[in-house]
């Protein structure tokens, strides 16, 4: 699932794509997805595509938080923990030094 998500939001053109494995770390999901969008309509166009391609996965909606200002969208498949940003937005809460430490990161790259 984490992989089918994190491959919408590469060809959504989802920027800065970080992967981070939650196993041992948290019982709320097995994964995280980090990415950002250049505005806040990317951003939200980006939550609308990947909560639509989690329920065809799933069978059941996603939970989304965040749409109204889309400067922070964040989508929990039950599995798989999304956050979208807003570029300055992501930079001001940092997840990534909250949740994985440089050595476990795994930046996605565009194919």
Known sequence: MAEALAKALEDD??????FID???????????????GRS????????DHISQEAK?????????????NADWVLIDTGDVIVHLFRPEVREFYNLEKIWAPETARQHLKAN
């Not at 053109?13 to 970080?18: I, M, Q, R, V």
């Not at 097995?30 to 950002?36: G, N, T, W």
């Not at 806040?40 to 939550?47: T, W």
């Open 56 to 68: 065809k996965l799933t069978g059941r909606p996603a939970s989304v938080e965040g749409m109204p």
């Open 40 to 47: 806040g309509r990317h951003v939200a166009s980006l939550a």
């Open 22 to 36: 939650l196993e041992g770390k948290s019982s709320l999901a097995d994964y995280m997805i980090i990415a950002s």
């Open 13 to 18: 053109k989802a920027e800065d794509l970080l």
